[in-house]
């Protein structure tokens, strides 16, 4: 609001001061180029020509590669024009072939200074983005003649702007209002609310061609404009060039059919269609046209705006100024050796502690090749543009059990480089700018099985097709429509599909088909057991059966794939064997008859393993006894160690009991040495001295047993940590 208001003031200003200003008065201050010498223009090249676009290659991360083509005679100027967006791809990767044995004297484009750098020429000190405080910021100082105010017109210099927060109605309801301040030419100060009734014109001329310079700067940054690219190429006698260069464009899309027959017969035509869209400014009339499904890297660089550098600013170096100086009186003289001892003292003292951005561009043929990637359909574009829709008699017509005749084998070749794939179209391709076409890249005869796929991250059961790519071409990723039985029957989304690849394509639910998992049992079997320096390792097979129930309520047979998820580091041990095999899942294939069901049972068996360090710190004597109870040899074996292990456990047992008397003992002794302070030359002192006295020796006796039981611990843990170390075995559990 704040900047259009200002920017409407701004207008007032230019319009006031251009009806008032006298003829001549304000000048634009325009930069004109120098003239060339007369004999220099005459060297100069002077016919300019434009040169086609003849190759076009779209890619799927939204630039495109472009080859202009055309022949040139003698010293020859040639024009391209593009967008300023477009400008910065082509001065990134342009590319000139002068195939005559010519070269390219340079490469030329009108330039524009950026708007900041040009709002600097003007001493308002405004920037692109003006306020009302900023605008009249500008003009303190300045002789002004308001009117529309109180009081009638009124002409002095302006000296300030202020906003002032008023309520307005309720108390919690405010508005900003703006004030000037003025002082007028009798020297009164003046202060006059701005209202959109008040008028406010500068009265010097040089003023107001500032601010209508100002605001003709400002619309030039709507204006997009074209930037004329001129290349002078140089050479005798007639000869091809050739000019190649990416372009930012929107991405084409791909978009499928696939038409069962009304007879099944296992397999559907597979119709592919790309939409593309010309957005460039020039027209593709008769371009060799090819369709990329890959994304090189690819960045924007500002080339074709000037830059400037923020330098360092040095100030002016100057001579210090010298300040009157004063001096502290001289002491009286001393002896030579008051002097001495007086420094010495000086040097004893301590010193008092200190107070605390490649762009990767894959083309297809290279710049200025001569041989196109092109792919023939005849001509037979459907184009959607801004002026008309047009569709030739043998265009696509999706029938109710065939395709379209629109595509003949050989209209499109592929060709695969650098991880991508392209769709090559063989005959040359007409779109207008600011128009759109689909064109076809595939028909095929594939094969294709209808299914209903089932699986526990999508319960609801769909109908799908199982299509094998049979085709020698990559299917981009893209959306599909399924049509069988002669009427649409559902859409869905397909993901590339290389040559020879299988793909499952679901278009829609099938309420026919219900299917139901049993809670999977779970059971586990000790396999291995083994130990050896301290540490038990127990491997355990562990089987998981799921169990599947299909139900067809549907009066046609279906085959069912049901998704099981794999269970990791687990093999398959049933008899049913997978149709496919992905990287998460098993598909098995269940046939089911109408009205009748079918279950499905699946195996899985994991060997799993369990490593348990045996140490003198954790007490596994619980853990050691369920392990020995496997077989009476590993009992055997582990005998010792749990005896170790309980021996050691009861004796840390007895610790913490000694702890907690010695405690206890140490907590009376304390209480009788109270008791007898404060009953001392009392008579009844003499029964807290004794009592004192037993309290002493208890806890003497606790405290050596301590040391014995620590002495114990000690050995004890010796001795397991050498059962530990001894014991090692390993057998096979039938």
Request: hydrophobic share 40%.
């Amino acid at each position: 609001m704040r900047r259009a208001f200002a920017v409407f003031c701004l207008a007032a200003f230019a319009v006031t001061m251009a009806a008032q200003a006298p003829a001549g008065s304000v000048a634009k201050s325009k930069l004109s180029a120098p003239q060339a010498p007369p004999k220099a223009q005459s060297a100069a090249p002077q016919v300019v020509k434009d040169l086609p676009v003849r190759k076009v290659v779209l890619y799927k991360n939204g630039v495109g590669y472009f080859e202009h083509a055309g022949s040139v005679t003698g010293n020859q100027r040639v024009a391209i024009d593009f967008t300023s967006p477009q400008l910065n791809d082509v001065l990134q990767s342009l590319t000139v072939l002068d195939e005559g044995g010519g070269r390219i004297a340079g490469v030329n484009y009108n330039s524009t200074t950026p708007l900041a750098e040009q709002l600097k020429t003007l001493s308002l000190g405004m920037t692109d983005d003006p306020t009302a405080t900023m605008l009249f910021q500008a003009l303190r100082g300045q002789r002004v003649e308001v009117t529309g105010g109180p009081g009638g017109p009124i002409t002095g210099r302006l000296l300030a702007i202020e906003t002032r927060t008023e309520n307005v109605g309720e108390a919690d309801k405010t508005i900003d209002k703006f004030y000037l301040t003025l002082v007028a030419t009798s020297g009164a100060v003046r202060v006059i609310e701005l209202t959109p009734a008040l008028s406010v014109r500068p009265l010097d001329a040089n003023l107001g061609g500032q601010l209508d310079r100002y605001l003709e700067l400002l619309s030039t940054t709507h204006a997009t404009g074209l930037r004329h690219l001129t290349l002078n190429a140089l050479g005798a006698g007639q000869r091809q060039l050739r000019v190649s260069y990416i372009s930012e464009v929107p991405v084409w899309k791909s978009t499928y059919r696939i038409v069962f027959p009304r007879t099944p017969n296992g397999s559907a035509t597979m119709q592919g269609w790309a939409v593309v869209d010309n957005t460039v400014g020039a027209d593709w009339d008769n371009v060799q046209l090819s369709l990329v499904a890959g994304a090189p890297q690819s960045f924007i660089q500002p080339l074709s705006q000037p830059i400037y550098v923020k330098r360092v600013e040095i100030p002016i170096a100057t001579e210090a100024q010298l300040t009157p100086q004063t001096y502290e009186a001289a002491e009286e003289l001393k002896s030579v050796q008051a002097q001495s001892e007086m420094a010495n003292e000086r040097l004893a003292v301590p010193h008092a502690a200190p107070m605390m951005v490649a762009r990767k561009k894959v083309s297809a043929g290279g710049v200025g090749s001569g041989a196109g990637i092109g792919s023939s359909y005849g001509g037979r574009v459907m184009r959607n543009g801004a002026n008309s829709v047009s569709v030739t008699a043998d265009a696509l017509t999706i029938g109710v059990d065939r395709a379209s005749d629109a595509f003949h084998e050989g209209d499109v070749t592929t060709n695969a480089f650098d991880d991508f794939f392209e769709y090559a179209l063989t005959a040359p391709v007409t779109i207008h700018k600011n128009e759109s076409a689909m064109v076809p890249i595939l028909q095929q005869e594939l094969p294709a099985m209808h299914v209903t796929v089932w699986s526990e991250k999508e319960p609801t059961p769909m109908r799908a097709v199982w299509l094998e790519n049979k085709s020698k071409l990559t299917l981009d990723s893209g959306s599909f429509s399924i049509f069988e039985s002669g009427e649409f029957a559902g859409e869905g989304l397909l993901e590339p599909i290389h040559p020879g690849e299988k793909r499952l394509l679901s278009y829609a639910a099938d309420q026919a088909v219900k299917v139901r998992r049993a809670t999977p049992a779970v059971t586990s079997t000790l396999r291995h057991i083994a130990m050896h320096r301290g540490v038990l390792v127990q491997q355990t097979s562990r089987v998981t059966e799921s169990a599947y129930t299909v139900n067809n309520t549907g009066d046609e047979a279906r085959e069912v794939l049901i998704e099981h998820a794999r269970i990791a580091n687990a093999e398959l041990d049933s008899e049913t064997k997978p149709a496919e095999t992905t990287a998460t899942a098993y598909r098995f294939r269940v046939a089911v008859a109408p009205h009748q069901s079918a279950d499905l049972h699946v195996r899985e068996r994991a060997l799993l393993s369990e490593t348990i360090v045996i140490n003198p710190e954790v007490d596994r004597s619980v853990f050691l006894i369920a392990v020995g109870k496997i077989t009476p040899s590993v009992e055997e074996k582990l005998k010792p160690l749990i005896d170790a292990e309980t021996a050691l456990s009861g004796l840390n047992i007895k610790i913490e009991e000694n702890e907690a008397k010695e405690k206890q003992l140490a907590a009376d002794e304390d209480r009788d040495r109270a008791n007898l302070t404060a009953l001392k030359g009392n008579d009844a002192a003499k029964r807290f001295v004794e009592e004192l006295n037993r309290a002493e020796d208890a806890l003497q006796a606790a405290r050596k047993q301590a040391a014995d039981l620590k002495q114990q611990k000690n050995a004890a843990m010796e001795k397991l940590n050498a059962l530990i170390a001894g014991l090692s075995f390993d057998w096979d559990v039938k």
